[in-house]
């Protein structure tokens, strides 16, 4: 019997059109602002703490985003060498994006949307994406030790290339096609959970460690060598 092909899916990434400059201090963030087609550069917003913000058809280019950047959306948008270390924004949606060499350690996007995204050549150690639901999205390239994926769920999403040493997966819910491609997955918690999750390349002892981990599995490997 022929193996079913698999499609392979890309996000469906929105690229800026003509943008203006960025003005100070009406385009700076604040609680509810809505802005479109504005190019940000080298700008430091660390110090804001905003909620409800709205960006669509925008480019973030050398940005530190505000610390604070709740139930806020960002659309169809370009985040090239941006900051969003350590930003809390839970309930916050993602849709139609690029993050291109950005820096998210510690980043919060706890019960959020992530649709149609691609983060690439990017660190996101200690990031939490958990509950969050992810529609085709592809991490490629990055640095995602011990990140958070706890109860998130994904539909059409794709690993590449990328460090996992330590991330956590318990609970995680996959609707449809979840794929780790050439990933290290060494220590991973909650493998259990990726039930139906597909593999590709990457180290497979170190898999099978963590897999006896998680089930509970002591290996002993015998260093002994016969003397006959």
Known sequence: MARKRETRFEPAVAKPGSLRPAVSPGDDPIDE????????????FAERHVSGVSIEACLFDSVRFPSTLRHSTIAESTLRVCDLANVAADDSSMIESLVDNGRLTGLSWTAGVLRDVAIESTRADLSSFAQTRMRTVVFRDCDLRQADFQGTEFRN???ERC???????TGAR??????FEDCDL????????LRGATINGGDPQGLAATLARELGIVVEWNTDLDEN
């Not at 460090?163 to 997966?169: E, K, T, W």
Request: proline share 0%.
């Open 33 to 44: 602002l809505s802005v479109t087609d504005v190019e940000y550069r080298d700008t430091d």
């Open 157 to 159: 999403v794709r690993f």
């Open 163 to 169: 460090n996992l040493v330590g991330a956590r997966f």
């Open 174 to 179: 996959i609707q449809q096609n979840l794929r």
């Open 186 to 193: 060494t220590g991973l918690y909650g493998i259990t959970a």
